[in-house]
């Protein structure tokens, strides 16, 4: 079977795919992916070397190399190759989360895409599946976003099958610029459709360096991770990597230059994040989530920023209810509402560590299939059933 992963960024569940099929018998590998050499020098591509062929995607998406390679089938996220590339197809979506309402309007380019390379999918389609994380998700997406059930099946995130194993530390203190071993980490992961982090209770830079100032007093570190830096504003680039200048305990990292989030989650002992779909992925390591209430208040009127073909948007919405799939009081964690609020769940967080361990696992059985190590496996099956 010669199997193509397609990747708008390369991580996560197309990531952890890669080096499960790469020990299958009668499997050849390889991925189209942009900026090869980023990904070659990720920390986890040198602690867990990936042993296939990795294609540089350029203006012509790899067609010609692709075509000669002749693959079976073709893995992808969130992007559609312009040329069916294979006779069968996978998506695995780049995320779940909160975010929507992923209606037929907002996914009618998708729905275009699919249909010029694999034919629809609002139809029953032998020829491609659309992976669901669990039985919310194929809800959402059979009766809200178009896909025929015939063509969705429930098969979890594959990256839960490597989340739920922890590493030791001392491997992971070489890719860290402070102690990761003898301190705790914290990892704040936002979500960029909001904007500013923390604008909503009050002046950003204040609270941030108030945050900081606290871990540092707890001999604490922090990983800011953001998502692609051209997704913010000049400025407020500007003043977050002076604050990774100000302070010893910060490392800061922007999606497009460091794509790889697992060794991320896998060294932080506690996560903040106003709702990005990264929570869903930690969740599986059990250790405490908080949960930053990302507006003000969901029936006030706010800036939300989104990515189109057309490039960044940004829209004035009249609540916020608007765009969530489902409550954020739905999580697996602790959800803070103010400042305040957030500063003693972390004081709880980092001095009890699995305080959040049945809040996740209650969250993982209802919509992620209990992270039971077995997505993979899942993922496999489904391939060889397209095939056969």
Not at 112 to 121: E, F, H, Q, T
Not at 270 to 278: A, E, G, K, Q, R
Request: with cysteine; hydrophobic share 35%; glycine share 4%.
């Amino acid at each position: 079977m010669n199997v193509l992963i397609y990747a708008t960024t390369f991580g996560a569940d197309l990531l952890s795919l890669a080096y499960y099929l790469q020990n299958k018998k009668g499997i050849k590998l390889k991925v189209s992916l942009p900026n090869v050499d980023v990904f070659k020098n990720e920390p986890i591509n040198k602690l867990f070397p990936l042993d296939v062929e990795l294609l540089e995607r350029d203006w012509t998406q790899n067609l010609g190399k692709i075509k000669d390679f002749k693959p079976d089938i073709t893995i992808m996220d969130n992007n559609i190759p312009i040329r069916k590339t294979s006779p069968k197809a996978l998506i695995l979506w780049h995320g779940y989360g909160w975010k929507g309402p992923n209606d037929v309007e907002e996914f009618k380019w998708l729905h275009r895409n699919i249909r010029l390379s694999w034919g629809d999918m609002m139809v029953p389609n032998p020829d491609i599946t659309w992976q669901c994380f669990g039985p919310l998700d194929f809800e959402h997406r059979t009766k809200t976003s178009g896909f025929h059930e015939e063509n969705c099946k429930i098969l979890g995130a594959a990256s839960h099958d490597q989340l739920i194993n922890p590493i030791e530390k001392e491997l992971l203190q070489p890719f860290y610029p402070f102690d990761v071993v003898n301190k705790k980490t914290v990892l704040l992961a936002p979500t960029w459709h909001y904007g500013e982090v923390f604008s909503h209770w009050g002046n950003d830079e204040t609270i941030f360096r108030e945050l900081i100032k606290y871990l540092e007093s707890k001999d604490t570190n922090l990983i800011l991770r953001l998502h692609d830096s051209d997704r913010f504003d000049t400025k407020y680039v500007d003043f977050l990597n002076r604050l990774k200048s100000d302070y010893p305990n910060i490392v800061l990292k922007f999606k497009n230059q460091n794509p790889d989030n697992f060794l991320d989650l896998q060294v932080a002992d506690v996560m903040l994040t106003n709702f990005s779909s990264i929570a869903n992925l930690y969740y599986a390591t059990k250790r405490p989530t908080i949960h930053i209430y990302p507006v003000a208040s969901e029936d006030e009127a706010f800036l939300h920023r989104r990515k189109t073909i057309f490039g960044q948007m940004t829209k004035q919405i009249e609540s916020v209810k608007f765009i969530w799939k489902f409550s954020p009081e739905e999580n697996g964690g602790l959800l803070a509402r103010s400042f305040a609020q957030m500063m003693e769940q972390l004081e709880t967080a980092l001095n009890n560590p699995d305080c959040c361990v049945s809040s996740s696992q209650k969250y993982l059985d209802k919509h992620m299939l209990g992270a039971d190590g077995k997505n993979r496996g899942r993922v496999w099956t489904e391939m060889q059933r397209l095939l056969s």
